[in-house]
């Protein structure tokens, strides 16, 4: 009760927000809510009790095939030697299956109507791939140059097979990309009928992809839709992906005796679990992560919270730090703690030792109770409440901020809202792979057609008006599908490996729900519309214009982000008024943001001038190996006042801790 009336009380000095920033608060006890179903938490509770613990035979999960007894020369048994062992095996899986079959039908059958219409084709692949066949059908000549051009191509490869069969030295036809990780294995040149099959594979890839990419007569949107499906496609059927012919798989069968079929089919059916029905495959140990305790460790309190955020502030690392805080705004679409997943690779726990002072905002995952809230509630009770929470926790009127990905969409808008308003308390902002201009935001872009978006708001006003998490992270899996979809499936399934203990893979999985206005808002207003760059964003009655923001602006980019391209964020950099910076680090979203000094991994390029092309900009880039995070320091050090102050701990000033970091809001899991 105390933490609820230390919630409304600080709220109450919460003067400056442009309208109330809070419309009811959240307590703790309601933040910490789990949505698990309760079949499946019964279930969950059920297989811990000791007394099944006791008896494995008795437990709903099947056993993973790794029981074994000992020979009487001291060497364990493979499972298909000890009768017992696999007859208990097969047992456990058969009652396993009927358990989950049965939660499956059950679940179908009271899924309303219009999410079982909205799931038959919600990407409309359908249509998509009919209308690039009919072009390609409708025009003979050219399939057949199509066809000649791929008879050529195998012609050169029985050529090339035949020559190496005799033990001549050949080239081969066709050689896959240098960063196609699924033919490394030696097997796939060394031996000749698996050679065949994966250079036979790339002959059809290739050529698939050039019938869309020459198909007559279609739109380009529609080419790149038909393009990305093509991928999916072609990704799902490569041999890598089927267990006679992946060398790796073989080896491991023979090895195992087969058991690690055993173990993938083990796999199987927990994710078949986790998913109710639907395959959620396990990217990381889900088990051995537990957030608060070996990950998101850095010291700090909760000292404000509302319907939307909890708002925590870090314990310094230093006697004296900068006066002017730094405030962060990761994604809503994710946990915060990207940002501080492990002592050794924190970015809030090296900020802290950089003698800031250092707030971050905890979005909440939002259940049917938020289901109304909209992108303007998220601008006022995120953006506005958190700078004037910090001034109150601090004394100090004026914040650096950070904002990560969508997180720095939503405060681009509120620092244009701030210009038109003449509030000037955010003195500098930085932003890591954020987007503002999205005329070149990547293959996303092929998400938002009237038709797909039709059909996401069935799949969400059929969820209770929540877009699901589940539903975002399939879509980002599919950006990537060799590496985030079948490596996991060959892994899990095929190889019968356990779950990586892997920090980020475990963030990953731990996505966020949003509410049905917020997500659909920013689908129209910024993917299909792109009303900001055009100055037609309209938020608060006020049309947001980004010229008129002439604070310092910091814009980092990944060259391999498949998310937020470099060339889109390159485009953003180009619509603010006052001085920016643009920043190219290497690898992607998530690691190109993640590097930590002491890592010695990847570079970064530089030019302190903006000319009109990310071309131009690269032209005289300088290239500096490893982590980005000390020149962005000291670009921060550069714009900021420069003067410091015996450090803060949270508490000291105005709000009083509410309870511990990483705080409850982030413990909420998605269904």
Not at 10 to 23: D, I, S, V
Not at 472 to 494: A, K
Request: some cysteine.
């Amino acid at each position: 009760m105390a933490e609820t009336d230390n919630t409304d009380a600080t709220a109450k000095n919460l003067k400056k927000t442009p309208r109330k920033a809070t419309k009811k608060r959240t307590t703790t006890k309601k933040a910490t809510r789990k949505r698990t179903p309760a079949k499946k938490a019964a279930r969950k509770a059920a297989s811990t009790k000791p007394v099944q613990q006791k008896k494995p035979a008795s437990s709903s999960k099947p056993s993973s095939g790794k029981e074994k007894t000992t020979r009487p020369d001291g060497v364990k048994k493979s499972v298909w030697e000890d009768v017992g062992a696999l007859t208990e095996y097969i047992k456990d899986v058969s009652g396993y299956n009927q358990e989950i079959l049965t939660d499956i039908v059950d679940k179908q059958t009271k899924k309303p109507a219009a999410a079982q219409d909205s799931s038959q084709d919600p990407l409309n692949v359908t249509d998509t791939m009919m209308g690039v066949y009919q072009s390609i059908f409708t025009n003979p000549q050219s399939l057949m140059r199509s066809q000649f051009r791929m008879w050529e191509d195998y012609a050169r490869l029985a050529e090339s097979m035949s020559k190496k069969v005799l033990g001549q030295e050949t080239d081969p036809a066709v050689k896959p990309d240098v960063t196609d990780r699924r033919f490394s294995h030696p097997a796939w040149q060394e031996n000749h009928a698996l050679d065949f099959i994966k250079q036979s594979y790339l002959i059809m890839s290739q050529h698939a992809r050039n019938m869309v990419e020459e198909a007559p007569d279609i739109d380009e949107h529609k080419r790149r839709k038909a393009l990305f499906y093509t991928e999916q496609f072609l990704a799902a059927i490569a041999p890598t992906n089927f267990p006679t012919t992946n060398p790796e798989v073989i080896e491991e069968a023979l090895k195992s005796k087969g058991e690690n079929f055993l173990r993938g089919y083990k796999n199987l059916l927990e994710d078949m679990e986790r998913g109710e029905g639907e395959l959620e495959m396990k990217q990381a140990d889900l088990d051995f992560f537990k957030v608060g305790k070996n990950i998101a460790t850095t010291p700090g309190k909760v000292v404000y919270q509302n319907d939307l955020i909890q708002l925590i502030q870090y314990a310094p690392a230093t006697a004296e730090v900068d006066e002017r805080p730094l405030l962060i705004f990761p994604p809503w679409i994710n946990k915060f703690y990207i940002l501080d997943l492990q002592p050794e690779n924190s970015l809030i726990s090296w900020l802290t030792e950089q003698g800031k002072t250092v707030f971050v905002v905890s979005w909440v995952n939002p259940g049917k109770d938020l289901a109304h809230k909209t992108f303007e509630d998220y601008m006022f009770e995120g953006i506005y409440a958190a700078v004037e929470a910090v001034e109150q926790a601090t004394g100090v009127t004026g914040v650096d901020t950070i904002g990560y990905c969508i997180g720095g969409t939503l405060l681009s808008v509120a620092l244009g809202h701030m210009a038109e308003k003449g509030d000037d308390r955010i003195k500098s902002a930085t932003f890591f792979t954020a987007q503002m201009d999205f005329e070149e935001a990547g293959d996303l872009l092929l998400f938002v057609d009237d038709e797909q978006i039709k059909n996401i708001e069935k799949q969400i006003d059929a969820a209770g008006g929540i877009f699901e998490a589940s539903s975002m992270s399939r879509t980002f899996n599919m950006l990537r599908p060799v590496d985030l979809i079948w490596s996991v499936y060959v892994d899990n399934y095929l190889l019968g490996k356990e779950a990586k203990r892997f920090d980020l893979l475990y963030w990953n999985s731990d996505a966020t729900d949003m509410p049905k206005d917020v997500y659909l808002f920013y689908l129209r207003e910024f993917y299909q519309h792109n009303r900001l760059t055009k100055k037609e964003l309209v938020i608060d009655g006020v049309t947001i214009d980004l010229n008129k923001v002439k604070i310092p602006v910091f814009m980092q980019s990944g060259e391999k982000d498949h998310i937020a391209p470099f060339r889109s964020i390159y485009r953003s950099a180009k619509l603010y008024g006052g001085p920016v910076t643009f920043m190219l680090a290497g690898s992607g979203h998530i690691a190109g943001v993640i590097n930590h000094p002491n890592k010695k991994k990847y570079h970064y390029r530089t030019n302190e001038t903006l000319p009109d092309t990310v071309e131009g900009w690269m032209g005289v880039a300088e290239k500096h190996d490893y982590s980005w995070w000390p020149y962005w320091h000291k670009w921060l050090e550069k714009v900021g006042i420069g003067k410091k102050v015996p450090a803060r701990k949270p508490g000291d000033g105005a709000l009083k801790p509410i309870e511990d970091a990483p705080g409850s809001y982030v413990l909420v899991k998605s269904d």
